[in-house]
């Protein structure tokens, strides 16, 4: 697959780009051979292809996940076996030229030129094929299927909307002269090349001219920095691949711990010790090694490797963490000490250094060439406003987390960091997963009480944890049986006490209480997967950039899913603290509008323009299913299911695209809660008291034309970005569309003397009679809008909607009939791109966040 798609991507680019290096990491499980090698910064977790059994089975669909708006990379890509080995060659083509397919949307952050929700846009007063480039032959069918009968027939038009029925297919010619494009139809043996300006249709109804402003797939190409720094090569074909295989090993770990003078202060060497504890007793799996090292000035190991079997390791390893704080900070010294921890036993490739640090030191950047070279990866723990500024490189250059955490004892921002440190090559069912995280400062005899679910998915090995700052408070557990849980385990010296919940606990709404005298309390409940064999549901949440220039926007995103089915309508809360301590909360939405990329595709998404000072910020999210959560099918960024082909003047039809029970989907849904780290970044140059954000981009206006009328819908923007609401809309209407892309200014301006925007992210509405426009049979209008604010900011243009009249005359066949049709039934460089595949398999570039 991959030999065949870089040969094909190699001629898509203009001889710029193939593959050259491919990492193949295999599971653990799997039987190991000779020539499986140790992998090095590869992971599951920054893998860019994952191979993954379908859910639901017969759900075979390549796809990518895309968070972010046209010309940004998206996450990664899914296949499923079938694909890889060829068994969907009928819908998909060979997976050669669907891994290209999906390689675009991953890299240059290009979207499909097709659409399956509208097969048909009206134009010149007909009904015409969503396709890119127009050059593509074929006939419009409608095909139905039901109790294992198919039938196919001429299309048929509603007689209100002109337009074509739902069951209307546009099926392609087996054989055609057309080059273009991949993000259309890949699956065409003559299609080699990607649509560019002079073949583009930017007329068609499709996601990549709604995304990327009517711009060809390979304009937007052409603006990636890999197009930039590129040339073409001179070679008819390029150099072959490089593959390497590369088997997981159990987990490696070293805790590098920093009890330098400055942790005296704050509490902080007894946060350290209650977030190093949890870490020990709960996060690190079952069969990992684990050493652990202090510093100062110099380095100290406190324990050698060792393998965690029972209890009894985890406890000897939480007796070795540090109880003193002094001395000066030499980073460097502690990551060379635990290198040679690791290094006494095994290799250092894939290892992982855990390192948390409060303290400047202006000799960190000494070891670096040292820690790119051992192959180890780096997560690093900031805390505290000083910090080495220099810390996040280690992470950066190993593909690692990087977290931070204030001095703010409340927002529990130190245990979150540890709490999001699971293996990035373990199981999820084997991995602990965040169920709350939360904290409240007391006055005397006051309760901090709350509840927690325990949904069905999780409550193995469940663990309340609880940490003060002045004394032991009253604490109490109840399940949602009545029963309580008191007999907490007490660390006295560390102010911290947990509730190991036996068995599996049960599901449903647990409720604690907490009291004490006046001091912070903070609670945390973490638990597993109650069946190995069922996916629980997780929250996994990122920022757009590690690192942002004011006033170059950030965007917080979290992902809920069950594997990998999109959990939609749930409450999702993001927290966002600044080194200070101060905290700024967003609702994360997943409605398609603002920075959210998709509406119910599970991602939830918002800008995030609150900054006060230049430093780090950390990302916290809480994520709440109730009534009206459920489960959807996975959002499809990817390669087109063909429907048939036509061939020598017969229509062949493939098996119809697998229908998934929505009662399959919803079985066992139920109300959950989950919390997680999205780590930090770093925001620098920010200036106060000037307004610099405009109106967010409007991405989802729709019209249609009702008698002499046209209607408008649109989700309102904000003043800034998606926060609080524009001063005003701009909207004009064109006959031709580039005129709206081109010259917006000079198209026809909409009265809009009587519309006053609404709140950000609520819906607009607004109807209107065009003037100097005649609507009659055949008239397509396009439209688009722009948002201005109080400082007159103004949004980039919306996408360009359309507004078709469309009467119908007596029905004129577009096909002849008498077409023999036949069912299959199936049974059930210039520049060079490093990647890496990955079994699950997964694939993966060795530096992700560098590609």
């Given at each position: ?110 979207f499909d030129e097709y659409n399956e929700e509208e097969h048909f846009y009206q134009s010149d007063g007909k009904n015409v094929p969503v396709k890119c480039s127009e050059g593509i032959t074929g006939t419009n069918k409608a095909y ?708």
């Amino acid at each position: 697959m991959v030999s065949e798609a870089s040969t094909y991507l190699y001629e898509a680019t203009e001889k710029r780009f193939y593959f050259k290096g491919v990492s193949i990491l295999i599971p653990k499980i799997w039987q190991t051979k000779p020539d499986y090698e140790q992998p090095k910064l590869e992971t599951y977790k920054n893998a860019d292809i994952i191979i993954e059994v379908p859910n639901p089975p017969g759900n075979d669909v390549p796809r990518t996940d895309q968070f972010g708006q046209c010309g940004e990379m998206g996450e990664r890509i899914y296949l499923t076996p079938d694909i890889i080995s060829g068994e969907k060659l009928n819908e998909y083509g060979p997976s050669g030229k669907t891994l290209v397919h999906e390689w675009a949307h991953l890299r240059w952050g290009v979207f499909d030129e097709y659409n399956e929700e509208e097969h048909f846009y009206q134009s010149d007063g007909k009904n015409v094929p969503v396709k890119c480039s127009e050059g593509i032959t074929g006939t419009n069918k409608a095909y139905s299927c039901s109790g294992g009968s198919c039938s196919i027939r001429n299309c048929r038009t509603d007689p209100k909307t002109g337009k074509l029925n739902e069951e209307c297919l546009f099926i392609p010619d087996k054989v055609q002269n057309e080059k273009a494009s991949i993000m259309f139809m890949q699956s065409i043996d003559s299609v080699v090349e990607f649509c560019t300006e002079k073949n583009h249709n930017i007329d068609a109804p499709n996601t990549q001219n709604q995304k990327c402003g009517l711009r060809s797939t390979w304009e937007v190409i052409q603006d990636s920095e890999d197009y930039k720094a590129s040339t073409p090569m001179t070679a008819a074909q390029p150099p072959q691949p490089s593959f390497s295989l590369k088997q997981i090993r159990e987990r490696i770990l070293c805790l590098v711990l920093d009890k330098s003078g400055s942790m005296a202060s704050g509490d902080r060497l007894n946060r350290l010790n209650q977030a190093s504890k949890l870490f020990l007793l709960q996060i690190i799996e079952i069969a990992s090694w684990v050493g652990m090292v202090t510093f100062d000035s110099t380095a100290s190991v406190q324990s050698e490797l060792v393998q965690i079997e029972t209890d009894a390791e985890r406890d000897t390893l939480i007796t070795k963490l540090p109880t003193k704080a002094s001395g000066g900070t030499s980073i460097c010294s502690g990551l060379r000490s635990a290198l040679q921890v690791i290094g006494n036993k095994f290799s250092t490739d894939g290892s992982e250094i855990v390192l948390l640090t409060d303290g400047e030191d202006n000799t960190i950047n000494t070891c670096f060439d040292e820690v790119e070279q051992s192959g180890a990866i780096i997560h690093t723990v900031a805390l505290g406003p000083s910090a080495a500024k220099d810390l996040e490189k280690l992470s950066e250059m190993t593909g690692g987390l990087q977290t931070a955490a204030s001095d703010n004892v409340q927002n529990n921002g130190l245990i979150d960091a540890f709490s999001g440190l699971s293996s990035g090559n373990g199981l999820i069912t084997e991995q602990s997963i965040q169920l709350e995280s939360t904290g409240a400062t007391l006055k005397d005899g006051e309760w901090m009480n709350g509840t927690v679910i325990v949904d069905s998915t999780v409550g193995n090995d469940t663990l309340f944890l609880v940490t003060w700052t002045a004394q032991e408070p009253q604490m109490f557990v109840s399940d949602p049986s009545g029963n309580i849980y008191d007999n907490f385990s007490v660390d006295a010296n560390s102010k911290m006490a947990y509730l190991k919940i036996p068995n599996t606990a049960k599901d449903g709404i647990w409720t604690y209480s907490l009291t004490s005298s006046a001091q912070t309390l903070t609670l945390t409940v973490t638990s597993r997967a109650a069946n190995s064999n069922v996916t629980p549901i997780t929250v996994d949440p990122k920022m757009n950039n590690d690192n942002s220039t004011f006033p170059s926007p950030m965007v917080a995103y979290a992902a809920v899913r069950q594997g990998s089915l999109p959990i939609t309508g749930a409450t999702v809360t993001a927290s966002i603290e600044s080194a200070d301590g101060t905290t700024v909360t967003l609702e994360l939405l997943d409605n398609g509008a603002g920075a959210d990329a998709y509406k119910n595709d599970g991602v939830y998404s918002r800008y995030f323009t609150a900054y006060k000072t230049d430093g780090r910020y950390s990302l916290k999210v809480r994520a709440l299913g109730g009534a009206n959560t459920q489960r959807s099918r996975a959002q499809v960024n990817g390669a087109l299911y063909i429907p048939g082909w036509v061939e020598n003047g017969e229509i062949i039809m493939n098996p119809p695209k697998p229908e998934i029970s929505e009662d399959e989907i919803q079985a066992n849904m139920q109300s959950f809660s989950r919390t997680a780290s999205g780590g930090s970044f770093t925001v620098t140059n920010i200036t106060s008291g000037v307004d610099v954000f405009p109106p967010s981009q409007i991405l989802d206006l729709e019209a249609n034309i009702e008698d002499d009328h046209i209607n408008l819908t649109w989700t309102a923007p904000g003043d800034d970005y998606d926060e609080g609401r524009a001063q005003e809309y701009i909207i004009r209407m064109s006959k031709e569309i580039i005129k709206l892309r081109e010259d917006f200014n000079s198209a026809l301006q909409v009265n809009t003397t009587d519309l006053i925007p609404n709140d950000a992210n609520s819906k607009e509405v607004f109807v209107f009679k065009p003037e100097n426009f005649t609507i009659e049979n055949g008239t397509t209008i396009f439209l688009a809008i722009k948002a201005t604010d109080k400082a007159n900011l103004t949004s980039p243009l919306s996408n360009i909607a359309r507004a078709s009249l469309l009467i119908p005359s007596p029905e004129d066949p577009s096909s002849p009939t008498g077409i023999s049709i036949s069912i299959i039934v199936l049974s059930v460089v210039g520049a060079v791109i490093a990647v890496g595949i990955i079994a699950s398999v997964t694939l993966c570039v060795l530096n992700k966040k560098n590609r």
